[in-house]
């Protein structure tokens, strides 16, 4: 988890405040890390607090809100979760 305090987004749209790439199965080092490398990108989480969103906002905009990566076993189960 990375967590982010007293961020100021100016003039974001919705669509465009965070992009979670797919893991690229070339990303996978067995001999260093097993397959833990291939599947990052699907254990993300950005946890902002604090917030201020200055000019053009998005719609959910809100003080405290997380960003996690579409991850089929997690991110459906997680309450009040929006895609």
């Known amino acids: 988890m990375v967590e ?5 987004f ?8 965070a992009y979670i ?7 996978a080092n ?3 890390c097993g397959e833990f490398p291939c599947t990052a990108p699907d254990n ?3 946890q902002f607090f604090d917030t201020e969103f ?4 998005p719609r959910w905009a ?7 990566a579409n991850n089929s076993g997690f991110a459906p ?3 009040g979760c929006e895609a």
């Open 30 to 32: 067995i001999k260093d």
């Open 10 to 17: 100016v003039d974001v749209d919705g669509d465009a405040i």
């Open 62 to 68: 809100t003080d405290d809100f997380q960003i996690i």
């Open 54 to 57: 200055e000019g053009s906002k």
């Open 44 to 46: 993300v989480l950005f």
């Open 21 to 27: 790439d797919d893991p690229n199965p070339s990303w």
């Open 77 to 79: 189960y997680i309450e």
């Open 4 to 8: 982010f305090y007293d961020s100021k």
